[in-house]
């Protein structure tokens, strides 16, 4: 049987079923009378309660939109693909030969529903609260600074985290050029990925102008 011990000392947890635990990390390919969907879920409704919870508690002042706007900003693949490699979930899962040739470990879907069934199989062995303290202890090393501002437009660090999870390198960016007058320069910003070009976009300054290709980027390797 796996060894789970590194894996509950980085969650802070030991389950006393380990059959929950297994299932949580056993992905339909697998072949098993189980799966972790139903576990994931149960953890996606009880991530969504957490993180809405704390961010109602932690900005007392905002409105929902607002709260609406940054919960989106945490509870979404990429945001609990951050997560479950911060405790290495990729290295636990279970998969078929084929999805494990396939890249399965480190597939965004694959990492972001395993955390979720992990969750899950947390909360129905120890209740709300046990899970609300090991997803908000995640959630805060994996985010310093939760604001609206810093999780919606810092698109470069969130480009960043999903080049690394998925293709194991970091993106790169290129001047194209810049036009206009000195006072009114706009310049142009290419993002590479393994000497790839897959966007580019013109901005105000250099940073606003990568920040505009990450966003752009974002969106075209999550389609």
Do not use: W
């Not at 929950?20 to 972790?36: D, F």
């Not at 969504?48 to 693949?77: H, Q, T, W």
């Not at 194991?168 to 006072?183: K, R």
């Amino acid at each position: 049987m796996t060894d789970y011990s590194q894996l509950e000392k980085r969650l802070n947890y030991t389950f006393k079923d380990k059959q929950l635990i297994i299932e949580a990390l056993t992905h339909k390919s697998y072949k098993k009378p189980y799966n972790n969907e139903r576990l994931e879920f149960l953890g996606d409704a009880v991530l969504d309660l957490i993180v809405g919870e704390y961010l109602f508690m932690k900005f007392p002042k905002s409105n929902e939109g607002v709260l609406s706007k940054i919960r989106a900003s945490l509870v979404n693949e990429s945001g609990f693909t951050l997560l479950a490699n911060a405790i290495s979930l990729g290295e636990y899962i279970y998969l078929s030969p084929a999805e494990e040739n396939n890249n399965g470990r480190h597939k965004p879907s694959l990492l972001s529903n395993a955390f979720e069934a992990v969750i899950g199989a947390i909360y129905l062995e120890a209740g709300l609260e046990k899970a609300k303290e090991i997803a908000i202890t995640l959630l805060e090393a994996a985010h310093p600074k939760i604001d609206l501002d810093t999780l919606s437009k810092d698109y470069k660090t969130a480009l960043q985290e999903l080049t690394q999870a998925t293709h194991g390198v970091t993106p790169q960016y290129d001047l194209l050029g810049a036009s206009g007058p000195d006072h009114k320069k706009e310049f142009e910003i290419a993002v590479t990925l393994n000497g790839k070009t897959i966007a580019s976009a013109k901005g105000k300054s250099k940073k606003d102008a990568q920040q505009k290709a990450a966003k752009i980027a974002l969106e075209v390797l999550k389609s």
